[in-house]
Antibody, heavy 125, light 107 residues
Framework: QVQLQESGPGLVKPSQTLSLTCTVS??????????WSWIRQPAGKGLEWIGR???????NYNPSLKSRVTISGDTSKNQFSLKLSSVTAADSAVYYC?????????????????WGQGTLVTVSS | DIEMTQSPSSLSASVGDRVTITCRSS??????FNWYQQKPGKAPQLLIY???SLQSGVPSRFSGSGSGTDFTLTISSLQPEDCAIYYC?????????FGQGTKLEIK
């Protein structure tokens, strides 16, 4: 059973770069069968998809964040990471990593299952 | 971006009630549509994928229907543990987007 766990600093200063890692167990990020996403949720608000990485290393980002986001993978550690630059208070949120399950083999369309437990990141000086 | 609009934003119902939550997309998304349940302090969990397929382990009182632009989540007999926020999500085109959520409370 695949499990995901986010890790990283809980406090980031404005204008700095937020860096988080998702460690995957029970499954491989190198598998062509799945993709791997980051999603965030500001306190008391809804969910926003940030972007994803494919087994090939290709990425797909939300245009609203694309200029500041980098998602990368480390197959040797079975981890994938999120970097968000030039953060402001508006980037404060619980950040989740999740596995993307394609609707069918070869499809780029997917649903999210499972999710990590989430990690709270606060942007403040 | 495709906008997902849920209704109602909140509702209160009694144990045993039949509950329906709806979600409308701003353009047709076929059946590339999913429902999630989020309990307080927890990560969302997949309930329904592809509009009507029940995720393994999810109680059969949950069901989903719809295609195109209009979708429905139904709980046939509300249980106390169903108190949560429910989100819809479209997977038709990136950026994937979610509804604003429906908060379900038990009377």
């Amino acid at each position: 059973q695949v499990q995901l766990q986010e890790s990283g600093p809980g406090l980031v200063k404005p204008s700095q770069t937020l860096s988080l890692t998702c460690t995957v167990s029970g499954g491989s990020i190198s598998s062509d069968s799945y993709f791997w996403s980051w999603i965030r949720q500001p306190a008391g608000k809804g969910l926003e998809w940030i972007g994803r990485i494919y087994a090939s290393g290709d990425t797909n980002y939300n245009p609203s964040l694309k200029s500041r986001v980098t998602i990368s993978g480390d197959t040797s550690k079975n981890q994938f990471s999120l970097k968000l630059s030039s953060v402001t208070a508006a980037d404060s949120a619980v950040y989740y990593c999740a596995r993307d399950v394609p609707f069918y083999s070869g499809s780029a369309r997917s649903w999210f299952d499972p999710w990590g437990q989430g990690t709270l990141v606060t942007v403040s000086s | 971006d495709i906008e997902m609009t849920q209704s109602p934003s909140s509702l209160s119902a009694s144990v045993g009630d039949r509950v329906t939550i709806t979600c409308r997309s701003s353009q047709s998304i076929s059946s590339y549509f999913n429902w999630y349940q989020q309990k307080p302090g927890k990560a969302p969990q997949l309930l329904i994928y592809a509009a009507s397929s029940l995720q393994s382990g999810v109680p059969s009182r949950f069901s989903g229907s719809g295609s195109g632009t209009d979708f429905t989540l139904t709980i046939s007999s509300l249980q106390p543990e169903d108190c949560a926020i429910y989100y819809c999500q479209q997977s038709y085109i990136t950026p994937y987007t979610f509804g604003q959520g429906t908060k379900l409370e038990i009377k």
